[in-house]
C-alpha cells in the first residue's frame, strides 16, 4: 500500500506537468512474481481503504490494490534488486 502510495505522489509532479505517466512494475503480475511478501497490518489495510476511496487510482494500481486485498500480502520491492 505505501508504494501504491508513493507512486500516486509521483505521478502527481508529472499530472502538474500535463504530462501522462504510468506506474512502472506494479500490476498484479508483477506482485505475484516478488520473492519477498509480507502479512498486510491493519494500517495497510487502512491506507488501502483511503486510496481506493480518495484517489483516482490508475487501473494498473486498482488491480495491484485488489490483489493485495485479496491476497492480504503486501509485497517487498526489495526483491527485484
Known amino acids: 500500500p505505501d508504494g501504491i502510495a ?3 505522489q509521483a505521478g502527481q509532479l508529472w499530472t502538474a506537468a500535463g504530462l501522462v505517466w ?9 506482485f505475484d512474481s516478488l520473492p519477498a511478501k509480507r502479512p498486510l497490518s491493519g494500517r495497510d489495510l487502512a491506507l488501502l481503504d483511503r486510496l481506493e476511496e480518495t484517489c483516482a487510482l490508475p ?16 509485497g517487498e520491492q526489495e526483491g527485484y534488486l
Do not use: E, F, V
Open 59 to 74: 487501473p494498473s494500481l486498482m488491480a495491484l490494490a485488489g490483489t493485495l486485498r485479496i491476497q492480504q500480502l503486501k
Open 22 to 30: 504510468q506506474p512502472w512494475r506494479m500490476d498484479p503480475a508483477d
Open 6 to 8: 508513493i507512486a500516486l
